[in-house]
């Protein structure tokens, strides 16, 4: 399976449960008068949008290349990602936290509790789902990483956003079922409202982390430390390379771009070295699919 599919997949799984869960929560939140609640519902709908804009993300990198755009549409991607960190912040995070500020001095108490209680364990068990389906095509990609750690050092801004979302997600969820629990036993809303700013500070902090995640894949950022390893490996086992010299990758959406420094083995001619190098080049191309631009320098020194 591609690294693509795994993105469409997740994608899929996450906008099928935020689909039905935000459905459910708003009916709730509307019988319960639960400001956690119609937080939840608020963050629901807007992973909702969100997933669209990834799937319009994953569209417009797809796109051929241009005199305006040499290298692709790759990168679109990466800006889609961070749009959708940007709607998580806001309709999410900011909105969550007026909600619970507004309700703090609110002395009306939630209705029908055990309805609340019953449509979040049902939100977390889909929720649950979706992430665990995120996490298995992860696996399918990430290697022997651990799951943070991929997550820090992957260049899959759109697997990363799903993650993210869902994981806040069930946090939220659970956030909000213990705001429930405590204003039904104690009688006092504040705790619902707590509940609220708690969620919303939540997912300020998870799109925080997307934000600054997804900033380096915009400016430039390389391919993992790992591939770049490889690349390396690769071309000094050819015959036709004596040394990497220096090596420049950049991350361009699924493709590659890369820039090679190298000492080649001696040759007889100039135009036995081009052939050496298009030699290179043609099997690193097809060692690694996502290679799709290879430039390639000879030299004897850095």
């Known amino acids: 399976m591609s ?3 795994s993105s469409v997949k997740s994608i899929i799984f996450a906008l099928l449960a935020n689909l039905g869960i935000a459905i459910t929560k708003t009916v709730a939140a509307i019988v319960t008068s639960s400001g956690a ?5 608020i963050h629901s709908f807007a992973d909702c949008g969100n997933q669209g804009l990834l799937f319009l993300g994953l569209k417009a990198s797809k796109r051929n290349p241009s005199p305006d755009h040499p290298l692709g549409h790759g990168k679109a991607i990466f800006f ?3 749009i959708v960190a940007l709607i998580l912040f806001s309709m999410g995070g900011l909105f969550s936290i007026y909600e619970g500020i507004h309700k703090l001095n609110s002395t009306e108490e939630i209705s029908s509790p055990y309805i609340a209680i019953v449509v ?6 889909m929720e649950g789902a979706s992430l665990l389906g995120c996490i298995n095509q992860i696996k399918k990609i990430k290697g022997k990483q651990s799951i943070w750690k991929w997550a820090l050092t992957s260049r899959k801004s759109e697997l990363v956003v799903v993650m993210g979302e869902d994981v806040a997600a069930l946090l939220g969820l659970s956030f909000a079922l213990i705001s429930v629990i405590l204003t039904m036993v104690t009688g006092n809303p504040v705790f619902d409202a707590i509940g609220s700013i708690v969620i919303g ?3 300020v902090a998870v799109s925080i982390f997307l934000a600054v995640k997804i900033e380096g894949l915009l400016v430039g ?3 993992d430390p790992e591939v770049q390893k490889e690349i390396t490996l690769f071309l000094e086992a050819q015959p036709e390379v004596e040394k990497v010299l220096n090596l420049i ?3 361009l959406g699924e493709k590659i771009m890369v820039t090679v420094k190298a000492k080649m083995t001696e040759t007889k001619s100039s135009d036995e070295l081009i052939q050496n190098i298009n030699k290179c080049e043609a099997a690193l191309k097809s060692k690694n699919k996502q290679i799709q631009w290879s430039f390639f320098e000879p030299d004897i020194t850095d």
């Open 120 to 125: 979040l364990f049902v939100s977390m068990l």
């Open 221 to 223: 950022q390389s391919v």
């Open 3 to 5: 690294h693509e599919n």
């Open 80 to 82: 889609w990602s961070f």
């Open 37 to 41: 609640m119609l937080a939840e519902s």
């Open 249 to 251: 990758t950049i991350q």
């Open 201 to 203: 500070v939540l997912l």
